[in-house]
Each structure stands twice: as structure tokens, then as C-alpha cells.
């Protein structure tokens, strides 16, 4: 069975649609497939229609943005919980998806002003033109803006030299809390699975202080064969799931040609002696 659970249409900051998305799905031997959009699931309906229309099983799914803090006066580490088998049509996850979308404005706006000061105007009308969903700003969209003012040759380069902590156009942001995010998953009927753990700065200690309140909140699955996991952490990752009795998930975290090292279906199978998220499905 290929599973790929993580993927980005132009609904959030993916460069497909819902549709094009499904045809690549497909054509990587995809037999599950889940659409997870950052704090957006408009793209869901037409991911299912062209899913099932090409013989392959849909899972409505969507990755939130939380901000975590091991101590209270910590500056916070964001961090993204992918929710799976969500009901997209529930009440609490819609508000709580569209408070996180209304942040993104004001946030893009302070990044606009930070690239301005280091030299760069227009960002903010520049990365507008990439956001077909306007409610969905990122800075996926402002590093494309980025990349066609030549200031790096591709989206990859753009993150080591602009957008990120202690560069030009980094913003210090509040996304959900973890228990907000949890609670809006898991009150829509969904898993809540931590996305891609091995690309957060967090050290060892931290790391396991998450991974603790996460299980205590219900949390149930973590990402271990990802897009976004070198080699060694898929390994590190497979004994995370099997110290705290994690399920294990894997998502390519598509978001489409010249932009994701891993086309959907593609990764290797996760290790079998760990149990799949969807072996109940
Ligand atoms: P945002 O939610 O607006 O902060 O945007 C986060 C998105 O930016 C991620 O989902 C990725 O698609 C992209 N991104 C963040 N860091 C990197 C990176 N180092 N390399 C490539 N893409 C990145
Ligand atoms: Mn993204
Ligand atoms: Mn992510
Ligand atoms: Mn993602």
C-alpha cells in the first residue's frame, strides 16, 4: 500500500491545484492520498472529487501552525501539527483555522517593511501575485517574489539567506497554541500526526518535552518518513515512534515541480515493524 499523507495545492503554498496535485499523486503510485494545506482545507472538495475519481482512497486532512514554548518566557518555536481524517465541514476547526489565516495579513505586512529595510521594496505586492488564495500569505510566496527579484536562484536558497531567524524579512509571529491546534483536530474526528519533527530547532531535552505534552494532549502519531528527514532521521525518527508508542506516518510535503526534493509516493516504506497511522482506516 503507497500512503503519501502530506501535500500543498494553491490553496495554501503549493504550486498545483487540488487536481494537478491528485494527477501527480497518481502517477507516483499513490493508493491513500491526504491534501494538507497549511491552516486552509477550501482545496479538500476537489482533491476528494479527483482522488476518487482515479481510483484512489482521500483523507481529508490540513497542517495548522502552532507556536511552542518549553518555558513560558520563551520566544516560541513554531511548529506544524498535520491533522488527518478531519471533518473540514466542523464548526470549531473552521473558526480556529480562520483566527490562524487572519494573522498572516498583518504578519506579511511587518515582513514587507523588514525586506524593505535591508533593501528590498515591493514585497508585499510582490508576494501577493504568488497567493492565489488570498486568506493564505506565506512565505513561500514571498520567496518566490524573492527569487524573480534575483536576489536568490531558487526558493531553497531564499530560505538560507532571507526569511528565517536573523535574516532580512523574518518576523517573530504567534501561531495557535499546541492545545488549541490538538483540540481543533481532535474535535473534528481527526489524528493529530507532528509534522516533519526533525526540522525543528529544538534540542534533545525540548524536543522530548514536546514530544510529552503532545502524548499528554492525546497526540498519537508523528511524521518519520518525510520530504523533510534526511536518511539518519528517518532511523532517528522510526526509535522516537518506538520509545513513546507513537503510530508513524509518511507524507512527501509536496508542493510541486522545482520546489519539493520528493514527488508524492516516493519515499521509502516506513520501517514494518512500527504501526502505520492508517492501519485502521
Ligand atoms: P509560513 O507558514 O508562511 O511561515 O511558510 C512556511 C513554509 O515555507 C513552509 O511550509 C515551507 O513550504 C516553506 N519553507 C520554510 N522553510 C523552508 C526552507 N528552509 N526551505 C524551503 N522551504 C521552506
Ligand atoms: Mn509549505
Ligand atoms: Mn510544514
Ligand atoms: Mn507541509
Given amino acids: 500500500m503507497n500512503v503519501d499523507l502530506h501535500s500543498h495545492s494553491i490553496a495554501s503554498d ?5 487536481e494537478e496535485v491528485a494527477a501527480r499523486a497518481r502517477d507516483g503510485g499513490v493508493d491513500i492520498w491526504a491534501l494538507t494545506d497549511h491552516d486552509e482545507t477550501k482545496g479538500l ?9 482515479m481510483g484512489m482512497r482521500f483523507v481529508d486532512g490540513v497542517e495548522i501552525s502552532v507556536t511552542w514554548r518549553a518555558q513560558p518566557a520563551d520566544k516560541g518555536t513554531t511548529i506544524h501539527m498535520v491533522g488527518l481524517q478531519i471533518d473540514p465541514a466542523n464548526a470549531a476547526l473552521q473558526a480556529g483555522l480562520k483566527q490562524i489565516r487572519s494573522g498572516r495579513d498583518e504578519r506579511a505586512e511587518r ?18 501575485k504568488y497567493a492565489i488564495n488570498p486568506e493564505l500569505l506565506s512565505r513561500s510566496h514571498f520567496a518566490r517574489f524573492l527569487v524573480e527579484a534575483g536576489k536568490a536562484r531558487n526558493t531553497h536558497q531564499v530560505f538560507g539567506n532571507f526569511l528565517t531567524e536573523g535574516k532580512p524579512g523574518y518576523v517573530v509571529h504567534q501561531w495557535a497554541t499546541l492545545p488549541e491546534a490538538m483540540e481543533w483536530i481532535r474535535g473534528a474526528g481527526g489524528v493529530a500526526v507532528v509534522a516533519h519533527p526533525g526540522r525543528y530547532r529544538l534540542g534533545g531535552q525540548q524536543l522530548g518535552q ?8 492525546g497526540g498519537a502519531a508523528i511524521e518519520v518518513m518525510t520530504g523533510s528527514h534526511t536518511v539518519e532521521q528517518y532511523n532517528h525518527f522510526a526509535e522516537v515512534a518506538r520509545c513513546y508508542d507513537f ?10 515541480p522545482g520546489e519539493s ?7 521509502p516504506p516506513l520501517p514494518s515493524d512500527l504501526t502505520p497511522v492508517w492501519h485502521d482506516w
Fill in 210 to 217: 514536546f514530544f510529552d505534552e503532545f502524548k499528554d494532549l
Fill in 247 to 256: 503510530m508513524a506516518s509518511r507524507g512527501s510535503d509536496y508542493h510541486g
Fill in 14 to 18: 503549493g504550486l498545483l491545484t487540488s
Fill in 261 to 267: 526534493r520528493i514527488e508524492p509516493g516516493q519515499l
Fill in 45 to 53: 472538495a476537489a482533491a476528494r472529487a479527483a482522488a476518487e475519481g
Fill in 111 to 128: 515582513m514587507a517593511r523588514d525586506l524593505e529595510i535591508a533593501g528590498i521594496p515591493g514585497a508585499l505586492e510582490g508576494a501577493k
